[in-house]
């Protein structure tokens, strides 16, 4: 069923495509896959899946196995593999989905081989001390004869390019790739594309650019996510009234207020009270007050004609909104509730 009034989530797959497609001109000829784990960061990720594989796309990354589960069929000839790889009491699970585990401890090493084997992916930890094999366990002998499609291994600061953590990570996976045998390497999340060419090695595996997001200082890529709400109701406040939770606002002159069906249960988060906004056509429209649950107040004194039914864009331009809200750009996408109607362009 269709509920006019919900919020509106806007998923615009023509951009996404584009931004891999640009990804692809930054990647130095490496393949460029795509995290699509957290439901393609909160924007569906059958969806995205299916709009990246029409682009070309053919490596997908996702956290978990339920993740994997909950995909459905990729096309012909892309691939998936599950970050986590294979815990205690997932083997069956794994062994059933068409999916590769990236393998990320001796123990899930050794379960796999137990299991029979078979096509799978290790992550090897460079310095970022998450998941993955130390550089000596993946040279010990313990990969030896396994059938390794892609070794992975992940940059903890590529969205910092002067860190020089990064020139020690990239030069220590170069090192492993010359001792480990596998089909491909793969070190760059969508900031490590942006550090350059020799970070993309065979494959990278952006996730948050493709998504609208800003990986690197300078690099911006097309809004993916649009929001929307209804005006529920339109007032006058006359000098002196307070809006909203805590009266945190209070009016310094006559403002015409509009009071819109979208609050902080659909991830508009609260740290936007007073410095997020709506908008109306070219017009900016502050936030006034708390964002509470199910509404928020802006100012529409200088949007035009408004009638309450109407829609409103609600600003979601990741870097700026991130910035505002002072949370990072992946919380914004991640956290976006289940109340919306969804549309994908
Ligand atoms: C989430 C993730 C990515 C994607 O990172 P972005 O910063 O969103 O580009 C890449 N690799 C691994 C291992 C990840 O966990």
Redesign the pocket.
Known sequence: MHFPANPRLTVDLAALASNWTRLQLLAGGAAVGA?I?ADGYGLGAAEVAGALARAGCRDF?VATWAEAASLGALPQGAGLAV?HGVQPGEMRIARALPARPVLCTPAQVAAWRNAGGGACDVMVDTGINRLGLSPAEAVSGLLDGLDLDTL?S?LACADEPANPLNEAQRAAFAALAARVPARRYALA???GVALGAGYGFDLV?????LYGGR?APGLDMAQVAFLEARIVQLRNLEPGDSIGYGATFTAPAPLRVAVLGIGYADGVPRALSGVGAALAGNARCPMLGRVSMDLIAVDVSAAGRLAEGDWLGIDFDLPRVAALANLAQ?ELLTGLGHRYSRVYL
């Open positions: 995290a784990k990354f970050l992975h992940h999340n969508s900031a595996r952006p996730g948050i650019a990986p992946y």
